[in-house]
């Protein structure tokens, strides 16, 4: 670098010095000037020259400030001095330098801070290569850091799980400790070190390959048929906990090769499955591992399909204690049977359609069906179509046992000469009549066989037409004037999208309509939506329609019918947009009344009766967190779009009693919260009003102390076959079994529990001084153990109310547990009817009742199940069981009792 020099030359008094002599010359300081300190620099340093020096004079400086200090003389030519760390903003001290007779030069020194301190560097002080035994053990890394600030830390990660473990003792040192290899291969990792404004620098570390060549466990597959399996796993260790499942070899395959990734999801599986019960990975893990030889009976299995049975070493603290051991097999093929099935024409109508299915082989089972030719060759295959249909069978088959109804696939197949028929169908529609071998436990014993028909064209009966009008005067609803060349005629009338009605051609659309209006009973001859002769519409007060969303596409859809619902004209339409958002004058009068700890009245009164408005509440916190009125709204009109906007609209004065706010959340004492309002009719049409009020603190004091809840499902069969006399085959065979304990905490002096039948929703929403009375009065005190009847696939909740010394209640727990059948599932078809502690369950209503909708193409999946649902008579399934999980896995240990489900 250029040095700069400052020259400060004495003032003579002469001004001529040619021709002096050089004893005449005075001394003159040169001062290099210093270049701006680091924050952290520790030490600093002055470099000069005297010119002319003299005998006896030495070099000084004196700081005018107190973080520069000790100057040291020692080097001719530097002046050195300690500087102390900066922490703060960058600062300048004045350094005065003299040498006796010269001019003092004043000299500033300016030290930076962190941000300005420029890039650090990591540098590894330790000499590779890094190598770890089969073991594990430890690696040491040394390192320096160039420009190190202190406080700022150095990380490291691993892009391996095994060389994930890692402490930091001390400034310059990083421990690795690599877990254990039990492989008969090496494995190397790559550590990165990271260290604010550095490069990341990578280091990789080598682990041996384990020595031992025994395998952990022997895994022996027998009895393997189309649909089960017998699967023993005998570990070399008889003390060694493990866990042992089995999975598709699919889901294997996905892995590579990479057992240690595939142990590394299933134990953070496990520990989803811990933190669901409330308990800890130990605890579960104590209920859950296997020791010993162990032998399960697998039941529903796909037919030829590849499978793979596992097992490795799992201690109860969550640590892999051995390889994993993998034994691969596949179910059987069904054996095909020779039957080839034509299909006759029974008769058609627009709507309808009857075929006639002759298999040539009547000894043969099979499932028939009709499909639209659009809807088939969205599938992509004639497998697609019957896997679909195997699914829908078994999951009505599960359904029904839950209400002790026994169903059989025999219930859905037939055999011999059959007649098939659908009806609802579109006219002039080309559909196929199917039908494929089927038999128990939903083997596939022929080929996928069908024929083309078509329903006949839609024949009008009436040449009745309209002359339609509309005018629209403001952003949310349109008028109609509606003249029919027949007064006599019956007419249909709906509002929709126009991107809607332009998915499908009029005759289509029509038919839609229909059907809709037909799944809810609708009354053809004098529904409210039916008309006659001259009338004057109102989208929003004659047609029922919400208001509908401003500056948008709609379309008037209308057509003739009979009392029975079948059209008799052509289709006509009026096409109409409405107008631009027009903000509302309408403002509101809020208050509240009968505010306790868990429930309020909400009262509003509008200045004006014929717009609709949000009306609800919300704890005044979230409010906040949302740093706007406009942005609160949008969170209101965004979480309710998933429904519909009007489940949460009022019109006109209100007394609104309500348990929860507005997010569906349930009230809760000693909390500040807002009722608001804002007018929304299709759109927000005014700004929003808000009050704030306070619900009372609880009377029901809360203690630290605190219970939890773990439990298992077990087979009442079992139970029966282990001990008859305790469990009597009348009462426990058929049936499931949730074996519950209960494990107090610190500082818990008793606890309630108890079950109920109830649904979470309603226990979770119950108030918690009301709970704790329930738990109470019907719950059993201080039980650790409790064994309850449950049928298979119920459901029922589990609530302990803990209590500390003083008597005062801790938080109640809840657990939702359903009776799945104990055994293991496929790794991609795990369950969704897991127990789990929900701290806000959604009970949002999921049913849209607005007029708009993306129209989406019906496809093969819904029409198979529309057809299969009206054939034979399928009805809507309760909240939380709408299905089952789509091919379950059972299995029952043939060594010892019911393994307890992994998977």
């Not at 509606?482 to 051609?505: A, F, G, Q």
């Not at 006509?572 to 947009?577: I, V």
């Not at 403002?587 to 700890?597: I, K």
Request: proline share 5%; charged share 20%.
């Amino acid at each position: 670098m250029k040095r700069l020099f400052i020259h400060v030359i004495a003032i003579l008094s002469a001004v001529a010095v040619v021709g002096c002599s050089q004893e005449e010359l005075s001394p003159v300081l040169v001062i290099e000037n210093p270049e701006p300190l680091a924050f952290n620099c520790g030490e600093g340093v002055i470099r000069y020259e005297v010119q002319n020096a003299a005998r006896g004079i030495s070099i000084n400086a004196v700081s005018d400030r107190d973080w520069i200090g000790n100057f040291d003389y020692s080097v001719d030519g530097e002046i050195r001095f300690s500087v102390e760390d900066n922490s703060g903003g960058v600062r300048n001290a004045n350094v005065t330098v003299t040498y006796g007779p010269a001019d003092p030069v004043i000299v500033t020194i300016r030290q930076l801070t962190v941000a300005e301190a420029g890039a650090a560097r990591i540098g590894i002080i330790t000499q590779g290569p890094f190598t770890a035994g089969a073991e594990g053990g430890e690696i040491v890394l040394e390192y320096e850091i160039e420009n190190h600030v202190p406080g700022q830390e150095i990380t490291a990660s691993s892009d391996s799980k095994w060389a994930s473990h890692f402490e930091y003792p001390e400034y310059g040192r990083i421990l690795v400790f690599p877990e254990a290899n039990f492989y008969a291969e090496e494995r190397k990792a790559v550590l990165t070190l990271s260290y604010p404004k550095a490069d990341d620098i990578t280091v990789e570390i080598v682990q041996k390959a384990s020595e031992s060549t025994e395998d952990p466990f022997f895994i022996n597959v027998t009895g393997v048929s189309e649909v089960e399996a017998t699967v023993s796993w005998f570990p070399a260790d008889k003390e060694m906990t493990y866990v042992n499942g089995l999975t598709f070899k699919s889901a294997l395959d996905a892995y590579d090769g990479d057992y240690e990734k595939y142990i590394e999801d299933d134990v953070e599986y496990l520990k989803g499955r811990a933190e669901a019960a409330g308990i800890s990975l130990s605890d579960y893990l104590k209920q859950v591992l296997q020791t010993g030889d162990k032998g399960v009976k697998w039941s529903a299995l796909e037919p030829a399909t590849e499978y793979c049975a596992y097992a490795y070493g799992l201690s109860s603290d969550g640590t892999v204690t051995s390889r994993m051991v993998v034994a691969r097999f596949t179910t059987k093929s069904p054996e095909q049977l020779d039957c080839n099935f034509s299909f006759e024409l029974e008769s058609s109508t627009a709507s309808e359609l009857s075929v006639k299915v002759l298999p040539d082989n009547s000894s043969v089972r099979y499932y028939a069906g009709i499909i639209s030719k659009a809807d088939y060759e969205t599938a992509g295959s004639d497998q697609a179509i019957i896997d679909k249909i195997v699914d829908y069978i078994d999951e009505e088959i599960w359904f029904n046992s839950l209400y002790q109804i026994w169903k059989q696939w025999s219930d859905f197949t037939e055999a011999g000469a059959s007649v098939v028929s659908a009806e609802k169908l579109f006219s002039d529609t080309e559909y196929y009549a199917y039908a494929f071998g089927l038999e128990e436990q939903g083997l596939v014993t022929t080929t996928f066989q069908k024929d083309l028909f078509r329903t006949a064209p839609l024949e009008v009966t009436d040449d009745c037409t309209f002359e339609i009008s509309s005018e629209v005067s403001t952003s949310y609803m349109a008028d109609f004037v509606i003249r029919p060349s027949n007064p006599d005629t019956k007419y249909y009338v709906s509002c929709l999208t126009t991107d809607y009605v332009l998915s499908y051609s009029m005759e289509d659309l029509a038919t839609i309509l229909i059907n809709e209006a037909d799944l809810y009973g609708y009354d053809w001859a004098n529904g409210q939506y039916t008309f006659s002769g001259e009338q004057h519409l109102n989208s929003y007060g004659d047609l029922g329609i919400m208001p509908l969303a401003p500056s948008s596409n709609y379309t008037l859809v209308l057509f003739g019918t009979d009392a029975d619902g079948n059209r008799t004209t052509e289709v006509f339409t009026e096409q109409f947009r409405t107008q631009v958002l027009v903000p509302s004058d309408m403002t509101f009068g809020l208050g509240v009344t009968d505010v306790s700890t868990s429930a309020v009245t909400l009262t509003c009164e509008p200045s004006r009766d014929d717009e609709l408005y949000v009306l609800g509440c919300m704890p005044v916190s979230r409010y906040q967190d949302y740093g706007s009125d406009e942005a609160a709204i949008s969170a209101v009109v965004e979480y309710w779009s998933n429904s519909s906007m009007y489940r949460v609209t009022r019109s006109g004065q209100q007394n609104l009693t309500a348990d929860i706010d507005i997010f569906y959340d349930r009230i809760q004492p000693d909390t500040d919260y807002y009722v608001f309002a804002f007018g929304y009719m299709g759109a927000v049409t005014t700004g929003i009003t808000k009050m704030r009020f306070t619900t009372p603190a609880s009377d029901v004091p809360v203690s630290d102390a605190s219970v939890g809840i773990s439990y298992e499902i077990l087979d009442g069969d079992a139970l029966v076959i282990e001990d008859p006399y305790t469990y009597p085959p009348a009462s426990w065979s058929g049936v499931a079994a949730a074996k519950f304990t209960i494990s107090p905490g610190e500082g818990t002096a008793g606890w309630y529990f108890v079950t109920f039948t109830n649904s979470f929703g309603e226990i979770y929403m119950m108030p918690t001084d009301e709970l704790i009375e329930n738990v109470k009065r019907y719950g059993s005190y201080n039980k650790r153990e409790a064994l309850v009847k449950m049928n298979w696939y119920s459901s029922i909740v589990a609530v302990a109310v803990p209590e500390d010394a003083d008597g005062v209640y801790g938080k109640p727990v809840i657990v939702e547990v359903v009776a799945s059948y104990p055994g293991a599932y496929a790794v991609q078809d795990m369950p969704e009817m897991r127990p789990l502690v929900i701290e806000n369950p959604d009970l949002t209503p999921k049913k849209c009742d607005l007029v708009q909708g993306e129209f989406i193409l019906k496809g093969y999946e819904n029409a198979l199940k529309e057809d299969f649902d009206s054939r034979f008579d399928v009805t809507r399934r309760p909240a939380g069981l709408s299905g089952k999980p789509a091919r379950r896995i059972y299995g029952i240990d043939t060594m010892s009792r019911p393994v307890s489900s992994l998977r």
